[in-house]
């Protein structure tokens, strides 16, 4: 696995009545939430992502579903499924990342530790390799 990318075990409450997981910004994530967004209704075939940010960490949960989330340092290059909602995948910043094989009613959870900012953004793959890694 690339370095400081990390899968974090989120508690899971059993239940009969139905599972139950939760996260505390202090106990399960290594920064300060500042967004959360999710993507849903992805069409078979559709790749999200393609891009690197500058500053934003993120924690990524298939809440529903299964994806698959692919990194890229310059140097390796990971593919981690996603499909269980008690699993969060930390991204660190400045990796190229992507997402994709999405299963049909797939729902990607994203926290991320800054707000929206376009410049954050290298969406250029030969820009990241030159100038970012
Ligand atoms: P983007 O992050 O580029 O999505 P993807 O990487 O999956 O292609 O975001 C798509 C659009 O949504 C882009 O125009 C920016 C906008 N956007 C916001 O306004 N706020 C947000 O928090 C996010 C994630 C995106």
Redesign the pocket.
Known sequence: MIKNVKIIDLPKIEDPRGNLTFIEESNQIPFCIQ?V?W?YDVPGGQ?????AFKEQQELIVALSGSFDVVLDDGKEKDTIPLNRSYYGLYVPKGLWR??QNFSTNSLAL?L?ST??N?YD?I?DYKEYIESYT
């Open positions: 967004r967004y993507i790749v999200r992502g393609g891009h992507q997402m994203v991320s707000e929206f376009e953004y969406r």
